[in-house]
C-alpha cells in the first residue's frame, strides 16, 4: 500500500495542553472548594501549575508509567492533576469515593497507586483503610497550608505547600502516544470492579470526536457546567475539550445538591450543563420549590442512565432547555451515542419529539455499533428487534488491566452488556441491562422504560423495576417505588397513572413503596440485593 506522506506527531495529552495555553490562555475556569469559597483562575495559570505538577512528581521520584491516583472532586486542582500527571508521562488514576471501603483498598492496590492527592472531604476515607494501603509510598492533601486538617495519616504533605517549591519550567515529554494517560475502575455489581486503561491517543481523539454540534456542542464561547464527576470517566472526557475549545469551565465541587447547584448557575451563567439523571431530579425540584427559571442553559446533557420523559419535558417547558439524551460506558471513554438537536427533531410536532428525545442518540463519528443475538447473529436496524449491544472503535477498551476475563470481547467487538434497539437511522434505544431485562413469557420488559413511566408521577421521588419470579410467566415486573415526603398515593393511584402509558401486560404485578432505594457508586440503582429479596414476593408474599 502507498503511504501518505503526513506528519506523524504524537496526539499526547499535553498537546491539549500547550494547544489551550497559547490558544485559550484567558479561558476563565471557576471552582466551588471544599473549602467553602470560589476559586477563579484562567487556563494559563492551570497550564502553569500543570508544569508544577510534573516538577513535583519528578522531585518524588515518579516514572513514567507509575500511578498517581486522585480522590477529588470537580475542582481546578483536579484539572491541574489531568494534565500534570498524563503530560508527565505517569497514569492518572481517578478513584470514585462512593466506592465501599473494601473496593476502595482493592483498587488502589491492584492498580499499584505510589502516590494519592486527596481533596479534604475524603481524607477521612484514607484514614480509614491506611493499614490497607501500604504500597502507597505519600497522601498528598488538595489544600493551602492554613487549611491542613489534623489527620491520623502518615506519609502526608500538603499540596501548596509542595507546588509552590517547583519551577514553573517543563518541558513536556514526547512519547508513543499509545501510552496509558489514565485510568478508571467499573463500579462493578458483581465481583471486584475492573480496570479501564485510556491512552493519550484514545483520550485525545476522543475529545476531538465530541465537541462537535453532533456531540456536546462545546465551543470557545460556550460555558459550561460539569456535574459528572471527574472521579468517572473522566467527567465525559470535558476537561480534555475544554483545552480544545476554550470553553469556560465551572467546576461544582462537593456541591451536588440542588441549592448549590442553582448558586452557581445562577452566579456564572452557563449554557451547558452535564449529569446523571438523578442530580438533575434534585436541581428540578429545587428549581420548582423556589420559583425560578433557569435563565441561562440552552442544552443539559443526560447520560449515565434513561432520561425519564417527564425531566425531558420539565426542562423544555419550565427552563426552555433542550435535554440532549447521550449514552456510554467507562470502558467507551465514555461517549457512544448522543441525541443532538439538529433540523428534523425541529420540524416535528413537540410530542413526537420528546419521543425521539427518549432515544439514546447516534453514534458520534469513531464509533460503530450493532446488535446480535445470542449466537452472535447481527439483527436488523429496524427499531424493533432487540439484541446484546456491541460496540468498536479508537476510544473503546480492548482488554481490562490485569485481567484474563476476555467474555466481553468479541471478534473484535466490545460486548456493552447493554440490551438495545437501533433504528433505520441509527437512533440507538436502549431497552435495558441484560441482567436486568424482565422475561415475561417469553417477551421482555424493560424495566427502564417502567421506571420512566412510573417516575413521571408528581408524587413519586424514583421508581426500581426489578422481575420477580413467577409461576406462569417465569418473572413479572414489581415496582419498588419512594414517595415524595407526606405523599399518600396509593399503589392503585399508580396503576391508573400507567394506565394509557405503558402495554397493558407490561402493569408490574406489585407495587411497594419504601423509603429509599439503594444505588451504585455511580449513582444508578443497585438491583442485585432487591432482586434476591424479592424474588419471590409474587409466589410467596414476603421479601426475603
Ligand atoms: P458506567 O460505565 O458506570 O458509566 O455505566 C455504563 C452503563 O450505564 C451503560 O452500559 C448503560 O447500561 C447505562 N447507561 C449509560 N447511559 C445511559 C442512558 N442514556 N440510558 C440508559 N442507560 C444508560
Partial sequence: MMQGLMMDRPLLISSLLEHAESTHPTSEIVSRRCEGDIHRYQMRDAARRSRQVANLLASLGIEQGDRIATLAWNGYRHFELYFGVSGYGAVLHTINPRLFAEQLVYIINHAEDRYIFVDLTFVPLLEAIQDQISGVEGIIVLCDAGHMPETKLSKV??????????????????????????????????????GVLYSHRSTVIHAMGSIGEEALGLASTSCFLPV???????????????????AKQVFPGPGMDGASLWELIDAEQPDLLLGVPTVWLMLLNHMDAIGKKLESVQNVVVGGAAAPYSMIKAFQEKHDAFLIHAWGMTEMSPIGTV???????ESLPLEQRYQLQLKQGRPIYGVEMKIVDDNHNELPK??????????????????????????????????????????ENNYLHIVDRSKDVIKSGGEWISSIDLENAAVGHPDLVECCVIGARHEKWDERPLLLAVRKPGSEVSADDIRDYLTDKIAKWWMPDA???????????????????????YENYLMEGEPA
Avoid at 441525541?339 to 427533531?345: C, F, G, K, L, V
Fill in 157 to 194: 504533605h500538603c499540596y501548596e505547600a509542595l507546588l509552590a517549591q517547583q519551577s514553573e519550567q517543563f518541558d513536556w515529554p514526547e512519547f508513543d502516544e499509545r501510552s496509558a494517560a489514565s485510568m478508571c475502575y467499573t463500579s462493578g455489581t458483581t465481583g471486584n470492579p475492573k
Fill in 228 to 246: 459528572v464527576p471527574m472521579f468517572h470517566v473522566n467527567a465525559w472526557g470535558t476537561p480534555y475539550s475544554a483545552a480544545i475549545t476554550g
Fill in 339 to 345: 441525541n443532538s438537536h439538529n433540523a428534523h427533531m
Fill in 382 to 423: 429496524d427499531g424493533k428487534a432487540y439484541g446484546r449491544l456491541l460496540v468498536r472503535g479508537p476510544w473503546i477498551v480492548s482488554s481490562y488491566y490485569k485481567n484474563d476475563d476476555d467474555s466481553s470481547f468479541i471478534d473484535g467487538w466490545f460486548d456493552t452488556g447493554d440490551v438495545a434497539t437501533i433504528d
Fill in 511 to 533: 407495587i411497594l413503596f419504601v423509603d429509599e432505594l439503594p444505588h451504585t457508586a455511580t449513582g444508578k440503582l443497585l438491583k442485585i440485593n432487591l432482586r434476591q429479596q
